[in-house]
């Protein structure tokens, strides 16, 4: 089963934009935004084991899902590539572009979202407190029919980046920038600062008024796609 799910023809004329998710979420509610874009833009996503189309399949390690995504995006026709990590898909997105550069097909570009620094998961216990589970599934998620479906897929994503150590890596060559949540309490506008010392080309943080359940919906996702090649730039404050 690949990692890379489209829902658009390939073509090398368009750029693309790949969607990492966040801990205990897939990719699948990303088909109506990939089928609303413009002809010269593909989004696709990316999408783990152990949820919804892959429910059933064991979670590799950290390591071996960051080379399979890297080789299959290296095989998709573009124009430009860019990455957009949120949360958990931070670490995901930013340790994808370390492969590329090691490589002839680096990303143009990545973008961080809601997620904590890489230094942050080498001590991680992978056992959040029930406040910050609570802001990741949304405080809803116990009466949900499908909640503790999600909260199990949580629990194995933390545990897969607990300890995941990419020492004091940096990318040289892809621009990198970040997005934080004024109302985030899970990453904080100042956590995700110490994104920073991890690009050559750090390109400056931008905060949107938006809590840490918000960055898959359409008011905030859709414009940081728009952003990634500056079809439009944020409206909001950055800092």
Known sequence: MRYV???S???????????FPPAGSGCMRLRALAERQPA??????????????RLAEPMPALDDAVAAIAAEL???PRRRLGLIGISLGGLLAFAV???LERGQSSADQVCIAAARAPQFWRSYQAEPSAAEFDAMLGSGWRESPVGAYA???????LRLAAGYDVGQAVLERTPLRTVAGRRDVVATEEQMRTWQTRSARYRGQCVLDA?????????VLDPMIDEMFARRRFRRNRA
């Open 5 to 7: 799910r489209s829902w």
């Open 9 to 19: 023809p390939a073509d090398p004329d368009a750029d693309l934009v790949v969607v």
């Open 40 to 53: 010269d833009r593909v989004v696709v996503g990316v999408q783990l084991p152990g949820r919804e189309d």
């Open 74 to 76: 290296r095989a998709l």
């Open 97 to 99: 572009a370390r492969v």
């Open 151 to 157: 909260a199990e897929v949580l629990r194995r994503d």
């Open 211 to 219: 809590s840490h359940q918000q960055f898959l919906d359409k008011d």
